[in-house]
C-alpha cells in the first residue's frame, strides 16, 4: 500500500488463527489503519505485492463487497453514522448473510454492549446518538454479523475508560460467537486479553507472539513513529 509514492506498508507477515484473539501494537501512524483497510480491500487501499490468503484463498483480488461475504468485516475507527436507519434494521441489515435474525437476537445483541434494549432499538444510528453509543451499536452489529474475521480498529476510542473491561468481554463474546478477532489497540488491558499479539513499527510487523511480551516490548523499546518523522518542537 503506498500513499504519495510512500510505501506505508512494508514488511506485513501475519497470521491470525482460527478463533484467534489477535491485536495489532503500534505507535500512532505506524500504518495500522492502513492494514485495516487493506485487509477489507477498501478503495484506494489496494495492495501491491504478497498474498492475502483467507480460508486458503487467495481474496487479495476480490472487491471489498466480496471479501465481507466471505466473512471478513471492519469496525471502523470513527463509528458510521446511517441518519434515518432505526438500529434495530441496521443490526438486520448486519445478519442477512446468516439467514436473518429475530426481534430477540437483536435485542440480546444490544444487552451485551450495555445498551437498554427498549430504549435504542427504534432509534435512528445518527446524530441524535453519541459517538460512544454508536460505537456500542456497531459493536452490536458485529455480534449479529457473526463474520469469521473481524478486524477492530481501536475499539476503545471514542468509550470512556472505565467500559474497557466491557471492551474486553465484548471481544471474548465475539470470539465465543465463532469468529477470529484481530483488534488494532493501543491498550495494553485489550492487549493482555488476546491470544497473541503484533507489534508494528513503520509498516512492518517487527514481531508476533506472547502479547504480554509484545506490549511490554512496545512500553519499553519502541521509539513512537510519529517522534522519528517529524521529532517534537
Ligand atoms: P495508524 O493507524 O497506525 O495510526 P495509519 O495507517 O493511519 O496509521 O497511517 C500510516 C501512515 O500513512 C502515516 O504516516 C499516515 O500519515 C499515512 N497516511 C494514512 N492515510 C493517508 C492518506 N490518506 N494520505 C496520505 N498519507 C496517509
Ligand atoms: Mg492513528
Ligand atoms: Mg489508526
Request: net charge negative; proline share 3%; glycine share 10%.
Amino acid at each position: 500500500m503506498s500513499r504519495d509514492g510512500k510505501k506505508i506498508l512494508r514488511g506485513v507477515n501475519l497470521e491470525v488463527g482460527d478463533r484467534e484473539i489477535h491485536s495489532i501494537i503500534g505507535a500512532n501512524g505506524a500504518g495500522k489503519s492502513t492494514l485495516a483497510y487493506t485487509l477489507m480491500g477498501l478503495q484506494g487501499y489496494e495492495h501491491e505485492e504478497g498474498d492475502i490468503f483467507f480460508d486458503g484463498e487467495d481474496v487479495a483480488v476480490l472487491s471489498i463487497t466480496e471479501r465481507a461475504r466471505k466473512g471478513i468485516t471492519l469496525a471502523w475507527q470513527e463509528p458510521a453514522r446511517f441518519e434515518g436507519l432505526k438500529v434495530r434494521d441496521y443490526l438486520a441489515i448486519g445478519a442477512r448473510g446468516n439467514g436473518g435474525i429475530t426481534e430477540e437476537e437483536i435485542k440480546e445483541a444490544l444487552w451485551k454492549v450495555d445498551l437498554k434494549p427498549e430504549k435504542y432499538i427504534d432509534r435512528e444510528v445518527g446524530e441524535a446518538l453519541s459517538g460512544g453509543e454508536r460505537k456500542r451499536i456497531e459493536l452490536a452489529s458485529i455480534i449479529t454479523m457473526r463474520p469469521k474475521l473481524a478486524i477492530l480498529d481501536e475499539p476503545d476510542s471514542g468509550i470512556d475508560v472505565v467500559s474497557l473491561k466491557e471492551i474486553v468481554s465484548l471481544i471474548r463474546a465475539l470470539k465465543e460467537n465463532g469468529s477470529s478477532v484481530l483488534v488494532i489497540t493501543h491498550r495494553e488491558e485489550i492487549a493482555a486479553a488476546s491470544d497473541k499479539a503484533s507489534l508494528m513499527c513503520e509498516g512492518v510487523i517487527l514481531r508476533s507472539g506472547d502479547p504480554i511480551e509484545i506490549s511490554e516490548f512496545f512500553k519499553n523499546r519502541c521509539i513512537p513513529c510519529d517522534s522519528r518523522v517529524s521529532p517534537p518542537k
